[in-house]
């Protein structure tokens, strides 16, 4: 078998918009089946994007034996039931972050990939962007002396009560939409786990998600290392992490949204040149992420190499995220139970 054949659950905006499309054309992965709560919903998407079968529930997609892999987009509280369906079924899964509401929530995952004898993999496509293998490298080579600071944040505007982002029940508010990408990434360039975690969140009277956060993580170590990171879903649109050392720094200029069609940009700014100095442009040849990540998680399962992003990975950011929910409760800081 050269591709994995993936089956997606749902018709979700993120899979018909940005991940089916690139799986579809990806050197080792097809999509070839998408089921929907509505049969009507599957067929219409199918025929618009050209995948082959479609399903009117999950439950018939998992019985396909003409699939291999699943795509799972469905909201925040379905994450872990439809993957560990999934796993029974004998399918491998990539599976939308975050993975689970908790990190109690995502326990049962491992046993049943071991069980099922199937990978289970969190599709955090910025993972495995060029952009970020790039800038863990330089981080590691010393490029801005030894690393000290982490400073990010990441924002929208998306006051729409019908959003699933927006609707407390099933998993929504901004710390488990967008707040877990800063958290990934200062976890996957330190290559550390922090020891514990500060954060302040402010919630919407109404919808009662958190809108808005300000989180601290602090790794220790012989150079302890701080992250903090602000998140919005009621802001103005932005997004940008800075790696301060103790002889430069490293921008991410567009971390998480990575466009498909340019090429991303690192800059670094050396110490020496003054703070006004332009830095040095670092350019990652354009790649679309979420078709680079199918590739890399299908290749790994074909070729039985390493998983990209392994559960044990995913399972210590939920502990952060947990603790961070956590310390917004208790306003103190929160050590990391894992
Ligand atoms: N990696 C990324 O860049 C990225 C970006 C955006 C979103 N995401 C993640 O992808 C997931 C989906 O996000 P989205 O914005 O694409 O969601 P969405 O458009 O609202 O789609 C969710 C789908 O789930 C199905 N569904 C099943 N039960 C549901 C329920 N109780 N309420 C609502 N929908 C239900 C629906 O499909 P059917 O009716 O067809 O069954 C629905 O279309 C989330 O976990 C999100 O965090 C990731």
């Given at each position: 078998?050269?591709k994995?054949?993936?089956?997606?659950?749902?018709?979700?905006?993120?899979?018909?918009e940005?991940?089916?499309?690139?799986?579809?054309?990806?050197?080792?992965?097809?999509?070839?089946?998408?089921?929907?709560?509505?049969?009507?919903?599957?067929?219409?998407?199918?025929?618009?994007?050209?995948?082959?079968?479609?399903?009117?529930?999950?439950?018939?997609?998992l019985?396909?034996?003409?699939?291999?892999a699943?795509?799972?987009?469905?909201p925040?509280?379905?994450?872990?039931h439809?993957?560990?369906?999934?796993?029974?079924?004998?399918?491998?899964?990539?599976?939308?972050?975050?993975?689970?509401?908790?990190?109690?929530?995502?326990?049962?995952l491992?046993?049943?990939?071991?069980?099922?004898?199937?990978r289970?993999?969190?599709?955090?496509?910025?993972?495995?962007?060029?952009?970020?293998l790039?800038?863990?490298?330089?981080?590691?080579?010393?490029?801005?002396?030894?690393?000290?600071?982490?400073?990010?944040?990441?924002?929208?505007?998306?006051?729409d009560a019908?959003?699933?982002r927006?609707?407390?029940?099933?998993?929504?508010?901004g710390?488990?939409?967008?707040?877990?990408?800063?958290?990934?990434?200062?976890?996957?360039?330190?290559?550390?786990?922090?020891?514990?975690?500060f954060?302040?969140m402010?919630r919407?009277?109404?919808?009662?998600?958190?809108r808005?956060?300000?989180?601290?993580?602090?790794?220790?170590?012989?150079?302890?290392?701080?992250?903090?990171?602000?998140?919005?879903t009621?802001l103005?649109?932005?997004?940008?992490?800075?790696?301060?050392?103790?002889?430069g720094?490293?921008?991410?200029?567009?971390?998480?949204?990575?466009?498909?069609?340019?090429?991303?940009?690192?800059?670094?700014?050396?110490?020496?040149?003054?703070?006004?100095?332009?830095?040095?442009?670092?350019?990652?040849?354009?790649?679309?992420q979420?078709?680079?990540?199918g590739?890399?998680?299908?290749?790994?399962?074909?070729?039985n190499?390493?998983?990209?992003v392994?559960?044990?990975?995913t399972?210590?950011?939920?502990?952060?995220?947990?603790?961070a929910?956590?310390?917004?409760?208790?306003g103190?800081?929160e050590?990391?139970?894992?």
């Open positions: 078998m050269t994995l054949r993936f089956g997606v659950l749902s018709t979700a905006k993120i899979g018909r940005k991940v089916i499309p690139p799986m579809m054309r990806g050197a080792r992965t097809e999509v070839t089946a998408i089921a929907s709560r509505d049969a009507a919903r599957a067929r219409s998407v199918a025929d618009e994007l050209g995948i082959a079968r479609a399903y009117g529930s999950y439950e018939e997609l019985a396909d034996p003409q699939i291999d699943v795509y799972n987009p469905l925040n509280h379905l994450h872990v439809w993957t560990l369906e999934a796993a029974k079924a004998g399918k491998h899964v990539l599976c939308e972050k975050p993975i689970a509401i908790t990190r109690a929530d995502a326990e049962p491992a046993a049943a990939a071991e069980r099922h004898g199937v289970i993999q969190e599709a955090f496509m910025v993972l495995t962007h060029p952009q970020w790039k800038a863990r490298s330089l981080v590691a080579d010393g490029r801005i002396g030894e690393l000290r600071v982490i400073q990010g944040c990441f924002s929208y505007f998306n006051t019908q959003n699933i927006n609707k407390a029940d099933i998993g929504g508010g710390m488990l939409d967008i707040g877990c990408y800063p958290t990934v990434v200062s976890r996957f360039v330190t290559g550390r786990e922090p020891a514990r975690v954060a302040t402010d919407d009277p109404v919808m009662e998600i958190d808005l956060g300000s989180v601290v993580l602090q790794f220790d170590g012989t150079f302890p290392i701080q992250a903090s990171f602000l998140y919005s009621q103005t649109p932005y997004q940008r992490m800075i790696f301060f050392g103790t002889d720094r490293l921008e991410v200029e567009l971390p998480f949204n990575a466009l498909p069609d340019r090429p991303m940009r690192l800059i670094l700014h050396d110490g020496a040149s003054g703070p006004l100095a332009e830095g040095e442009v670092v350019e990652i040849e354009a790649c679309d979420y078709g680079v990540a590739d890399a998680f299908a290749a790994s399962i074909l070729d190499t390493e998983q990209p392994p559960l044990a990975f399972m210590a950011n939920m502990a952060v995220i947990d603790a929910f956590r310390s917004a409760e208790s103190r800081f050590s990391i139970r894992s």
